[in-house]
DNA sequence: CTAAATCCTCTAGCGACTACAGCTTCAAGA
DNA sequence: TCTTGAAGCTGTAGTCGCTAGAGGATTTAG
């Protein structure tokens, strides 16, 4: 009898995907950064991934979809593999992001008003040269708008 | 005598982007991806603007500053420059971006909630092992929060 | 006429993936 | 045992909207 692996706790990458609702290539791609560890490979040079990573894998999707950098994922992966520091970083890192999410906030506030105006004033039908839209484009004069830099809005 | 070129409307690049707050860098960008029009060149190869050009460039920046994305102003700009169309497509555009700038604001906002409930919970001090931020980001179950895809927080 | 400031083109980098080409390996059915 | 199709592999390039830098040319003020 050869040994029997655990088989509920090896997986090949496009079930790690599946499990944690993360695409093989993002999985892959984290491997590259170091987010997550090179896992064990199959003669056939094949990934095989354990119970572990499942979890590391949830903590990086948890993370990122909260809105945190990788570069502070980094650094809350490292605090949680050592579990003697204090916590005052994690807590650091959480409120730093905290605040920029609050100001992102208030930007795109001050954005969909500033839209809102623009949109009121035309409601279609006239032509360009009289589009209060194309308008106010053109003439920032008349913006209540003060803009502290751009806005990405990419998401 | 030579004739005297009208200074006040000719302009290098660097004129310019004092002008309208845009970086040189920018100009060329916009120049390359076809918002801005090329413009006259000196007998040594150095752009030269005219007052047609701040203006244009007064808009994409006031555009871009309101978070429209370049493929929006360019059309944007089609339309104003062609004044016997219909402002409809400005008012599908306009509004359609207001429409993504409220879903990004929902989003933030849910996120804003779960790390304050994440960050409040522990006030740094404590060791990692017991940190609720560490756990909280480890065992997505405690989670109030239903994530429709991640959000880019870059800007 | 010289020197400093500005300008030019071209290329690469950012972040966090995503997509593709061209190949190899695995697993299940006949 | 063989076949076939799904899934895996590496490596490279593309996305967006710039930004930075190299290495050189031009302009302009003194």
Redesign the interface.
């Known amino acids: 009898m050869t040994p029997r692996p655990r088989l509920d706790t090896v997986m090949p990458i496009g079930q790690l995907a599946k499990h944690t609702a993360v695409k093989v290539e993002t999985i892959r791609y984290y491997e590259q950064v170091g987010l997550l560890p090179p896992p064990e490979r199959t003669e056939g040079n094949q990934r095989r991934y354990g119970r572990r990573h499942v ?1 590391r894998l ?2 990086i999707r ?6 945190f ?1 990788v570069e502070s994922i980094r650094a ?1 992966l490292t ?2 593999d ?7 970083d ?6 730093a ?2 605040a ?3 100001h ?2 208030a ?3 001050s ?2 008003q ?3 105006r ?2 009121a004033t ?10 209060a ?2 308008e106010a ?2 003439d ?1 004069s008349q ?1 209540r ?1 003060h ?1 502290d ?7």
Chains 1, 2 share one sequence.
Request: glycine content about 6%.
């Open positions: 979890e949830a903590f948890h993370a990122r979809d909260l809105g950098a809350l605090l949680s050592n579990p003697a520091t204090p916590c005052d994690a807590h650091v890192i959480a409120t992001h905290l920029e999410v609050r992102k906030i930007r795109l506030r954005l969909e500033e839209l809102e623009i949109a035309c409601s279609g039908g006239v032509e360009v040269c009289d589009c839209i194309i484009l053109a920032h913006c708008h803009e830099g751009r806005v990405d809005l990419r998401s």
